[in-house]
């Protein structure tokens, strides 16, 4: 069974611009959720998607969003970049939510704004 | 909110020596993960648990709720344990995995 894939795999921006990044969870599985991981903050929780509804959001300016597809792929879009927003963003998917089953992540998208 | 601490920091070990990962949260827990990072960012879910204890292999979890206290043992550490491992607790069922800073591990052969 293929893993979770996430696309891009390395990206720059610059400030000001806005990014997407893409999660193809593991066949069959619901629940995708989105961590950001900085050297200082270590990993934070951004959002989870189960079955295309949002069922928790971290505590992010409303610049970062996301949304779920019917066939479970999800994407994160942040707008507005700033410097700070450099870091490795990773999704994970499982085949019920949360904490209730267990997650598998993708290799992350290292985003890096300049 | 949850806070989660982890002791220690870091760790550096010779190969073959036992391990222990330690892992206190403030909070009453629904779930409680191990999670494995290699360098590079890819990152392994050990366990998840609510009680008692798991084993897979040469890793085992423990996990103590009256304590609000888990820890994570490698027995005959190896150089591929080097990695950095990362306690993560739910509070609820449908609340958000809280992180603690992690741990970096390095066996020395």
């Known amino acids: 069974k293929a893993g979770v894939t996430q696309t891009p795999r390395y990206l720059i921006k610059t400030r000001g611009q806005q990014v997407t990044l893409s999660c193809s969870p593991i066949s069959g599985h619901r629940s995708v959720s989105w961590y950001q991981q900085t050297p200082g903050q270590g990993l934070q929780f951004l959002f989870e998607y189960f079955s295309e509804t949002q069922r928790n959001k971290g505590n992010f300016p409303g610049r970062f969003s996301g949304r779920q597809f019917s066939n479970s792929r999800s994407e994160m879009n942040v707008s507005t970049l700033e410097l700070g927003d450099s870091a490795l963003y990773l999704c994970a998917s499982s085949l019920a939510s949360v904490g209730r089953d267990t997650q598998y992540f993708g290799p992350g998208t290292r985003l890096t704004v300049l | ?109």
């Open chain 2, 1 to 109: 909110k949850n806070e989660v601490e982890q002791s220690p920091q870091n760790l550096t070990a010779q190969e073959g020596e036992f391990i222990t990962i330690n892992c206190s949260y403030s909070v009453g827990i629904s779930a409680l993960h191990w999670l494995q990072q290699h360098p590079g960012g890819g990152i392994v879910s050990l366990f998840m648990l609510s009680s008692g204890k798991k084993k897979h292999g040469r890793l085992i979890a423990t996990i103590n709720i009256q304590e609000k206290h888990s820890s994570l043992h490698i027995t005959a550490s190896h150089p591929r344990d080097s990695a950095v491992y990362i306690c993560a607790v739910q509070d609820s069922g449908n609340t958000p995995l809280v992180f603690g800073k992690g741990t970096r591990l390095s066996v020395i052969a």
